[in-house]
């Protein structure tokens, strides 16, 4: 289900369900797949008949006994989406709207989104695994934006759950809501971000898009098998700063990148990829962990069942540090404070990036100084994590949704806040 309400009205109502399966079969190297929408056991033979029909006729096959199994969910979902009567929902669509526009008179438009998902997941193979997931995610998102003479400046925020229901109370909608309206606001009133080398703390609160971008893509195993990352080749070897470690956890309770199982039914993990600064493995599906002879990770991911699974991320952070978050910031002379990140590009093959930033200020003698707005980020995501030299004790998240390969994937991204001595600033 989705609702959309834009400028005091509901503008979207959609409700569905979609059906489906999908078959691999793989002979060697070589795979062929189908899918389509399916209502019964008859369907299912037909569509497993039109993906063998690439396979030799005299290959042999064995009939195999499926040994079902349970794994353990990472959280409860108290309150099933479907539970709950639209009248509700369009009500806490229409709280959010109010209470952003009563934040300030500037506030031009509010457009506030909610969505739900519940995906009931069947997963068996050739080896006799048969696994079960149900994945329940809910999403709310708004958009204020504020005008000021001719200026005209969006702030987002979201709350994106794997949870139920229960996560969207009056104070958390009233908090969203709150807080889109102040960075559209103070957008409004900040001077251009100056462009030139800076040194940037990362607040916690700007999430991990930095991580995500700059870094996870590059640690995928496909991509690495290929050499089309920068870390192709290289575990076991120095390739961040020591004070730097990163992971990847599909067993997160609550996030959106969580998940009892992957898409090939192996069983999700908190997965150290770099550790101190030291390359230790990627992320894998189990094609990719046979062949670059790592273990399975539990990251291969589909968008549904329309689509292979291919890997990808789950929830992925950086692990806090030992440094005060306030005298990071107040290490700092003359620098640019990042609040929260944008979207970004990136290059996996070079490790170039360059990110939106999204709600940023001067630093000044070790204080927040004025806003700015219209700044960018842009970097070599190898150079950058070698380069920070503070690591908060604190960790925040952003959430979203990953594309790759035409499919999008629920994720999480999680920082504690960072100093990076020299990074480019696009701006003015």
Do not use: W
Request: glycine share 10%.
């Amino acid at each position: 289900m989705t609702l959309t309400l834009d400028d005091d009205k509901i503008e979207e109502a959609i409700i569905g369900v979609d059906q489906g399966a999908g078959i691999r079969i793989r002979v060697g190297e070589r795979q062929n797949f189908a899918n389509a929408n399916i209502a019964d056991a008859d369907d299912l033979m037909t569509l497993a008949a039109r993906a063998a029909a690439s396979v030799a006729e005299d290959t042999e096959t064995e009939r195999v006994q499926l040994r079902p199994d349970d794994v353990p969910r990472t959280h409860d979902v108290l309150v099933d989406p479907r539970t709950v009567p639209i009248p509700r929902k369009v009500a806490l669509l229409r709280r959010g709207n109010d209470v952003a526009r009563a934040t300030d008179p500037r506030i031009h438009q509010v457009t506030v989104y909610y969505g739900e998902s519940i995906q009931d997941v069947v997963i068996a193979n050739s080896d006799g695994r048969y696994r079960t997931d149900t994945r329940v995610r809910t999403n709310f998102a708004l958009i204020a934006v504020a005008k000021q003479g001719e200026v005209l400046e969006s702030g987002f925020e979201a709350i994106r759950t794997s949870r139920g229901f229960e996560t969207l109370t009056d104070e958390t909608i009233d908090d969203c809501a709150r807080t889109a309206a102040r960075r559209a606001t103070k957008n409004v009133d900040a001077e251009p971000a100056p462009a030139g080398t800076y040194t940037v703390v990362l607040s916690a609160e700007a999430g991990g898009t930095l991580v995500h971008e700059s870094v996870g893509h590059g640690l995928e195993a496909d991509l690495n098998l290929r050499g089309m990352s920068v870390y192709s080749g290289r575990i076991g070897e120095q390739v961040a700063s020591p004070l730097i470690t990163v992971i990847d956890d599909g067993t997160d309770p609550g996030q959106r990148g969580t998940a009892a199982l992957d898409d090939e039914g192996t069983q999700t993990q908190r997965t150290v990829l770099i550790e101190n600064g030291i390359l230790r493995t990627y992320m894998s599906d189990r094609k990719h962990a046979r062949l670059l002879g790592i273990p399975e990770s539990g990251n291969a991911r589909r968008q549904s069942f329309r689509h292979l699974p291919i890997c990808r991320m789950t929830n992925t952070l950086i692990a806090p540090g030992e440094s005060d978050p306030a005298e990071i910031l107040a290490s700092v002379e003359d620098g640019i404070f990042v609040r929260k990140m944008g979207g970004g590009q990136v290059d996996v093959v070079s490790g170039n990036f360059a990110f939106e930033v999204t709600e940023s200020y001067r630093i000044r003698d070790g204080r927040l100084a004025e806003p700015l707005r219209g700044a960018t980020l842009v970097g070599q995501g190898p150079k950058l994590m070698s380069e920070i030299d503070m690591v908060g004790r604190d960790l925040g998240y952003s959430t979203g949704t990953c594309g790759k390969d035409g499919q999008g994937a629920p994720v999480a991204d999680a920082q504690p806040t960072l100093r990076i001595p020299s990074v480019v600033i696009g701006g003015r």
